[in-house]
Each structure stands twice: as structure tokens, then as C-alpha cells.
Nanobody, 117 residues
Framework: QVQLVESGGGLVQAGGSLKLSCVAS????????MGWYRQVPGNQRELVAR???????NYADSVKGRFTISGDNAKNTVYLQMNNLKPEDTAVYFC???????????WGQGTQVTVSS
């Protein structure tokens, strides 16, 4: 079974930067999208950034201009560079890979990002 392993989370002061990484434990075929989501306790999981196999990117309005997503389909790896972090960015961040084959979507276990004011 494929696992997505995230790293790079932690505690940072407001204005600081972190880079999240996510790599699959084995090759995933037919990837068409990779993304990062985040969740705060009591809230729904929300999309932060997504990149498609055609290199199309979209971002949540709250992170535009501060976060950058990049990915490597061949290496089954996706990154999220987060700059100028704000306390409201505090959440558990989950990576996600979408494929055209069953089970169609994989999730990481989540990594905590905490931004202090």
C-alpha cells in the first residue's frame, strides 16, 4: 500500500518560512494532480495549493503571493514553500496525490505547522 510521507513542519515566528515535502513510498502511476490541504480542529479540511500534471497551479486566496507549490511526478514528490507565514496559517497540513487509477486519491498523515505571533 502506498504511503505519503510528509516532512518540514514545525514552529516558526510570524514572517518566517517553512518548506513542506511529501514523497510517496513507491511509484504512483497516472498522477494528474498533487496538492496540499490544511485543517484546523473543528474546521473542514481546505485546499491550500494544487498543481496538475500540466503544471497548472491554483492557490487559496489567503496564501497567494506567499506560498509556492512545486512537484515532480516522476519522483512522486510535492513541495510547498511557505513564506511570510502568519498565525492564521497554523494548521495540520496534508499532502494529496490524485491519480486516474484506483484508489484515485492518496493522503499523507499530516504535519503540524505552528506560527507564533
Amino acid at each position: 500500500q502506498v504511503q505519503l510521507v510528509e516532512s518540514g513542519g514545525g514552529l516558526v515566528q510570524a514572517g518566517g518560512s517553512l518548506k513542506l515535502s511529501c514523497v510517496a513510498s513507491r511509484t504512483i502511476q497516472s498522477i494528474y494532480g498533487m496538492g496540499w490541504y490544511r485543517q484546523v480542529p473543528g474546521n473542514q479540511r481546505e485546499l491550500v495549493a494544487r498543481i496538475t500534471s500540466y503544471d497548472s497551479r491554483n492557490y487559496a486566496d489567503s496564501v497567494k503571493g506567499r506560498f509556492t507549490i512545486s512537484g515532480d511526478n516522476a519522483k512522486n514528490t510535492v513541495y510547498l514553500q511557505m513564506n511570510n507565514l502568519k498565525p492564521e496559517d497554523t494548521a495540520v497540513y496534508f499532502c494529496n496525490i490524485e491519480t486516474m487509477e484506483y484508489p484515485y486519491r492518496y493522503w499523507g498523515q499530516g504535519t503540524q505547522v505552528t506560527v507564533s505571533s
